[in-house]
């Protein structure tokens, strides 16, 4: 999706990578894109659905004869999980139909533990309406005013934390910079990551004429 604005021009990319090699997603429309969690956050990964219609979990277990035990937990953390029903074994593979999003998982399969959440992006999806120059900004300062939706997106760690998951959404404008070596200014493109947008985007006013391109989310 391009929206083209006076001074603004906005676009949408996406990105997405591979699955762990014991969980699969069956049904899903999209791709699902995975994020490796920090060892601090007691989650193997985090996944994100485009949305969790028709889809169905997948844990394949290392021995065949196992009936892994499935539970899920809400915000409070692992603490409060509680056992998922409906469970269908086959073989290796049991399977959770109808999955739901923004929670965790945790398999309990013998000896190993698989921890991981689920974010269902239906519900957080990013949207751009606009994004204008403010009569705001001055010679020091830039207010973009942004309309649409890029709150913040966040998942819980297997003690009850609250994390987010950046969206990864990238402002990229020109300005000048000083060169020490020629003593003089050169033009440098720059971007800003930012996890989400909740309203404003301030940044310092460029030194030169410049397209704002905001671009996301992954």
Request: glycine letters at 6%.
């Amino acid at each position: 999706m391009n929206l083209r604005i006076p001074y603004i021009f906005l676009a949408i990319l996406c990105y997405a990578s591979a699955l762990a090699s014991t969980v699969n997603f069956i049904g899903n429309r999209h791709p699902v894109i995975q994020e490796k969690a920090a060892a601090s956050t007691g989650l193997n990964s985090i996944y994100v659905l485009y949305d969790t219609e028709g889809v169905s979990i997948s844990y394949t277990a290392s021995n065949g004869d196992s009936r892994p035990q499935w539970l899920v937990y809400d915000n409070r953390g692992g603490g409060f999980a509680v056992p998922v029903d409906n469970i269908v074994y086959a073989g290796p593979v049991s399977t959770l139909n109808n999955a739901a999003g923004d929670c965790g998982y945790i398999i309990e399969d013998g000896s190993t533990r698989t921890y991981f959440w689920v974010t269902d992006y239906s519900k957080h999806r990013f949207t751009l309406n606009s994004l204008l120059l403010s009569d705001e900004s001055n010679c020091s300062s830039v207010k973009l005013d942004f309309s649409g939706n890029a709150e913040p997106i966040y998942y819980t760690t297997i003690n009850g934390q609250q994390k987010e998951l950046s969206r990864d959404i990238e402002l990229s404008y020109s300005t000048l910079r000083f060169d020490t070596d020629a003593k003089n200014y050169i033009l440098d493109d720059v971007t800003t990551q930012l996890d989400h947008i909740l309203s404003d985007i301030y940044i310092d006013s460029p030194l030169t004429n410049t397209n704002f391109i905001l671009s996301g989310d992954r």
